[in-house]
């Protein structure tokens, strides 16, 4: 089918559809259907394409979310995420993916205290940093959410072993902006490999491996709420990420225990003597900046102005343009003919 019949599909939306809805359908449809016409895309892959969307939402629940692993996999979620921070100011902390494991409602610790509900081996860490606005002035019961997985490469809902909420945790920083949490030297793992996400990668012929990386949602009243990942710099898979999220400012360096001066660790109140008890063995510090709401929706209102203008000349466009009439008729025998045409081709 032409342009002609794409063209009348978007010019169907009735007088109550928003601009928005408008403009992003439109696009949408005008996409998809060039697509289909570049590739020639029969039923049968058509039937497939299907199957596939309905099986992302067959596999998903509460605990797995395979529609972020698609997009992920697709580097469309990494794509977004940085288009969308593309105009925002440079000095505050830079933001990564979600991710499919996020939960809500992890456990509340004290700054200092382990997210390590069950010995699962692995590497321990004590984890520090400061949380402070774009000019360095501590924030105050900024809420710092953390989670990662285990060294078996699950997280905590995917592995039926692990008590609930096992290596995650919500920390509130002091009035000096302090935090601390003691968790695991993170694991590079692969993403699940049973659906969706990972059929598309066996059609690539691409690897399923995520570098090691720790979950980071920092949030407080009046400022961005911060969605990051820090990753491992000895990780190999840190330079080939499967959903290709790594950002160079957020890589980061552990530092074994026996390197740390007790300068740093009495910063922390305690000493070299007492992580070393604790089974620590290694050392990270890691800084936050959160930058404030409205000034993010300055910079933010560029992008909002550029689709307002899209919106506009979309609206202008059509009042301008007459809507083309389709010969129903034409494009049922176009459509016959061309059915037609490719089947003898394959006799």
């Given at each position: ?62 605990k797995r979310n395979e529609g972020i692993l698609v997009s992920d ?108 949490a003691k968790c695991l030297k993170p694991t590079s793992y692969p ?92 050392f990270l510090e890691y800084n936050i900046k959160l930058i404030k ?55």
């Open positions: 089918m032409s342009q002609e019949f794409t063209s009348h599909v978007i010019n169907s939306f009735g007088p109550k559809a928003t601009p928005k809805a408008r403009r992003l359908l439109s696009s949408l449809i005008q996409h998809i259907h060039d697509f289909t016409r570049e590739n020639y895309i029969t039923t049968d892959e058509w039937m497939m394409a299907v199957e596939f969307i309905n099986s992302i939402g067959q596999i998903s629940n509460e996999v697709l580097g469309l979620e990494a794509l977004v995420d940085s288009q969308t921070h593309s105009l925002d100011e440079s000095n505050h902390t830079s933001s990564a993916i979600l991710g499919p494991f996020y939960r809500e409602n992890s456990p509340i610790y004290a700054n200092g205290e382990s997210i390590i509900k069950k010995d699962v081996g692995g590497t321990k860490c004590f984890l520090y940093g400061v949380v402070t606005d774009t000019d360095n002035k501590p924030l105050e019961g900024a809420k710092v959410e953390i989670w990662h997985c285990a060294p078996n490469g699950l997280y905590e809902q995917q592995d039926p072993d692990q008590p609930e909420y096992n290596l995650r945790g919500t920390f509130f920083a002091d009035s000096t902006g302090y935090f601390s993403i699940p490999y049973d659906g969706p996400a990972g059929q598309l990668l066996q059609w690539m012929d691409r690897h399923p491996n995520r570098p090691s990386h720790i979950h980071w949602r920092v949030s407080k009243p009046e400022f961005h709420s911060l969605v990051t990942q820090i990753y491992d710099s000895e990780c190999p898979y840190t330079k080939d990420d499967s959903v290709f999220a790594v950002k160079d400012d957020i890589i980061v360096t552990f530092k074994p225990i026996d390197e740390v001066d007790e300068s740093s660790a009495k910063k922390c109140g305690t000493t070299i003597k007492q992580l070393k008890e604790d089974g620590v063995q290694v709401e409205s000034e993010l929706q300055a910079g933010r209102a560029k992008i909002y102005k550029k689709q307002a203008m899209l919106d506009k000349n979309l609206s202008s466009s059509e009042e301008d343009e007459e809507i083309p009439e389709v010969n129903e008729t034409k494009v049922h025998t176009e459509h016959i003919e061309t059915i037609t045409s490719k089947n003898l081709s394959a006799v």
